[in-house]
């Protein structure tokens, strides 16, 4: 068996495949011929491609690049260049070094907002910790990197990602679970044609079969990596594959096999100075010159692993991991609270705004409806005065030309009035969210929004929060000033909601705003009053699983799904009743959603309009045919469908209510 098992690791040759690699040539050619500016993108590339080849050269090259590159200001091979040095320090074992140059990348890519060097920096601060041995730790950090590799779509990022999630999974032996990730990871290589990143995968999958006892699928996984790998030019990769087939050799009693891999492997760790991979080879020959008598040889390699355990595995380096990581998690709440309480104060600065605005706005309409008033009177008395008076006739017209003149003030004043409320429209539509937020999310977004006058109690909402999207809209009792008054209100609940409060489920939202509502507009326990209240719909939307989940209050939600209306009906309850009028709940329910599904949320201005031929409602049925009839469109043309419809079946008829539509495609 043991005979078979070593014709199979001897398939492929001792030496692997050796290539002198072209790119490096390349790079070097190009390097003679450019201008400092295009110096630094050559030299960057130059750092990454000598990392397992020429590790110390890597790291000469990197520092010097990193001077320029901050002489020029180009922030994004900054970055890049402090991970690539970070990774030729960590290939020769000097660990703390690695750590500084990977932590300082994540700083500096969060300061130029370089989202997918971002990503890289947290998949090389826990590749360090996973050879540090805290798997966990690394875990967290690849899972930072996982979101970001999501959002901007980045394939090798992802296969990164998973590749590392699936060796901290190996080590804290969850195998079945690691054996997805690190097939993931391969997966998407083969996917981008990244040969060397599948020779790596191969070699850990190697190694998943290897920890389960099966040697023949292990030594199969490591031939496979052995061909594909460049021994010239990735020189700690081969070495380790020689290193893992040397353990199968020592376990399987082929002691002779196991030395003569390990020796190789120890000859070109040294050569490059890989000291974690030599002191692997170490440990393999030890045991094997330790099986031949050999006592002083086996000594003095022992002796040299201890040494270079210490080097690896310091405890001054183990505290200043943790400390780094502190530091960063410091840093990420700090900045958290602080963004969260410069909305706030910038929400409470826009609602003192428009109070005041609404203040002055109701002093000018009560001066404006007294003058009127008066007005009225002052012509009366003129009507009865020319009748008695007929030689006060000269006096009567210097009044009438004064009251012209005061009349002219007054429709002056009006004029402000009307600027100020369109002032107030614009800081309305500044507080409600981008439908941008919601991009991310869904292939395609719309809403079609029409206030009954300049400024609406409709209002939607959207945020983003733990890798899901939260939504509603919402219809405020009442329109106009009431009624943005209301949305303000609103708004500022949902996000306490959700940001302050870490509410998730949309039915629990709704139960939280039932019981901020009267408290912020000061209702008595047992009094019920409907001017004060809302109708809402609230969604929930996880896209990694396609599910939804909703709630309503008197909103229902639509799911338009291959030309049919699914119309999923609210609950019967107004916001802000107090418990003792209304008993009942909020229900949560929760859909599977399918790719190319529309929802729907609506307030009820679009179906309650009168128009038409008769004068009549528009009314739910012809609402629905609408959006079935144009279920193929995009959003833009879904808007513009809406606003034709709407327009048309108004006509000369005055509009009743604020209209809100938001449509979002799965």
């Known amino acids: ?59 000469e090259i990197g520092l010097k690049t990193i001077d320029l590159a901050e002489k020029f200001k180009d922030y994004k091979n900054l970055v890049n260049l402090h991970g690539y040095v970070g990774v030729a320090y960590r290939i020769i074992g000097n660990y703390s070094k690695s750590t500084d140059y990977y932590y300082k990348g994540l700083e500096l890519s969060k300061k130029y907002q370089l989202p997918e060097q971002e990503g890289f920096a947290y998949i090389n601060i826990a590749n360090l910790l996973i050879y540090q041995e805290y798997y966990n730790n690394a875990i967290e950090n690849l899972d930072n990197a996982l979101v970001i590799a999501n959002r901007i779509n980045n394939k090798l990022m992802l296969s990164y990602v998973r590749l590392n999630l699936g060796r901290a999974k190996l080590l804290l032996k969850q195998y079945d679970s690691a054996m997805v990730d690190l097939n993931l990871a391969l997966k998407v290589r083969r996917e981008i044609n990244l ?15 290897k920890e389960k006892g099966d040697y023949f699928l292990a030594i199969e996984n490591y031939n496979t990596s052995q061909q594909l790998v460049n021994a010239e030019t990735d020189k700690d990769l081969y070495a380790n594959i020689l290193i893992r087939k040397a353990e199968l050799f020592l376990k399987t009693g082929e002691t002779d096999m196991a030395l003569k891999y390990a020796e190789m492997a120890n000859g070109i760790a040294l050569e490059i100075g890989a000291k974690l991979t030599i002191r692997d080879a170490l440990k393999v020959i030890t045991q094997v010159v330790k099986g031949q008598e050999r006592f002083r040889i086996a000594t003095g390699n022992l002796e040299s692993i201890i040494s270079y355990n210490d080097t690896l595995f310091n405890q001054r380096l183990s505290e200043k991991l943790f400390f780094l990581q502190y530091q960063y998690e410091k840093q990420k709440k700090e900045s958290e609270i602080e963004i969260k309480q410069l909305k706030l104060k910038r929400a409470r600065s826009l609602a003192f705004a428009l109070v005041v605005i609404i203040v002055l706005l109701v002093g000018l309409i009560a001066f404006v409806l ?94 983003q929060k733990d890798n899901k999207v939260f939504f509603a809209v919402v219809d405020c009792t009442g329109h106009g000033v009431p009624g943005a008054f209301m949305s303000i209100i609103g708004l500022d609940m949902l996000n306490q909601a959700v ?114 031929e008769k004068n009549k409602k528009f009314l739910k049925k012809q609402f629905f045919n609408l959006l079935t009839t144009h279920s193929q469109s995009n959003g833009e043309r879904y808007s513009k469908e809406l606003s034709k419809a709407f327009i048309t079946w108004k006509g000369d008829s005055e509009q009743i209510d604020d209209v809100l539509v938001l449509g979002l495609l799965v």
């Not at 098992?5 to 001897?10: G, H, M």
């Not at 191969?202 to 190694?207: N, P, Q, T």
């Open 1 to 59: 068996m043991f005979r078979y098992f070593t014709i199979i690791a001897l398939l492929i040759p001792l030496f692997g495949y050796p290539v002198k690699d072209k790119k490096i040539d390349s790079l070097y050619i190009k390097l003679g011929k450019a201008d400092d500016s295009s110096r630094i993108e050559i030299l960057t590339k130059l750092t990454w491609e000598l990392r397992n080849s020429e590790p110390n050269k890597s790291i």
């Open 195 to 209: 040969k060397s990143g599948i020779a790596v995968c191969y070699k850990y999958i190697g190694d998943l079969y």
């Open 370 to 463: 007294v003058s009127l008033k008066q007005r009225k009177k002052v012509n009366n008395q003129l009507v009865i005065q020319n009748a008695e008076i007929s030689d006060q006739r000269k006096n009567i017209e210097f009044k009438n030309k004064n009251l012209e003149d005061a009349y002219t003030v007054i429709e002056n004043y009006i004029g402000k009035i009307t600027d100020n409320i369109q002032y107030a429209q614009r800081i309305q539509e500044a507080l409600m969210p981008s439908l941008e937020l919601a991009k991310p999310y869904f292939s395609d977004v719309f809403c079609y929004y029409k206030p009954k006058d300049f400024v609406s109690g409709d209002f939607y909402w959207i945020l």
């Open 499 to 612: 940001i302050q409060q870490n509410i998730t489920d949309p039915d629990k939202i709704l139960n939280f705003l039932n019981v901020e509502l009267p408290l912020k507009m000061n209702i008595g326990s047992d009094e019920m009053v409907l001017k004060d209240s809302m109708d809402i719909a609230v969604c929930c939307f996880d896209n990694e699983n396609m599910t939804l989940s909703y709630s309503g209050a008197l909103i229902p939600l639509l799911i338009c799904r291959n030309g049919l209306i699914i119309e999923e009906k609210s609950s019967s309850i107004l916001i802000g009743l107090s418990d003792k009028v209304n008993s009942r709940k909020f229900e949560l329910k929760t859909f599977q959603l399918q790719k190319n599904d529309w929802l729907f949320l609506y307030t009820d201005g679009f179906v309650d309009q009168f128009g038409g």
